[in-house]
């Protein structure tokens, strides 16, 4: 099927479907086809929460449109099957919060904040056995990395001579 302008012919336009570029997306990894285990389904969410959004390919139902697989957002609505979450898109030029109702089968709890949870307990944790010793309070502050130290490398010299040319005829 080809499309005549004015006399120019023009080639069919792509298709761009729901799913269209999806293929290595949604597939799933090398012996974990078919249905989701039990474990997916019991993990508690609540408000707050954060969760990382990847699409499971075996449910149809419920699942986020491809702009979303692979995003952070927080829950901000729980459902029976499915949990409400806030997810940073770009659009156009400017980023908009956009609300969806993804199922529970396309939710991870994410471990984006693990790391600074743990700075803070250790954090805490420091301050109050100063205060117990009776010292000061600590320097919690993370101190920059800087410049990697300098070395010097020690390298020899060899000097090369020019071989005398010698005719092989």
Known sequence: YQRRVRGQEERMVKSEGYRCCTRDMFSRPFRARGMPNLSTYLVNFKVG???DIKANSAIQQGMPHKTYHGRTGIVWN???????VLVNKQV???VMAKK???RVEHVTPSACRKQFLDRVKANDDAKVAAKAAGQPKPNTKRPVRGPKPGRSIRTET???APVKY???Y
């Open 92 to 94: 156009g030029g400017r």
């Open 166 to 168: 010698e005719a092989l």
């Open 78 to 84: 729980v459902t029976k099957r499915a949990v409400g």
């Open 100 to 102: 969806i109702h993804v």
């Open 158 to 160: 060899v000097s090369v």
């Open 49 to 51: 929460d954060y969760v």
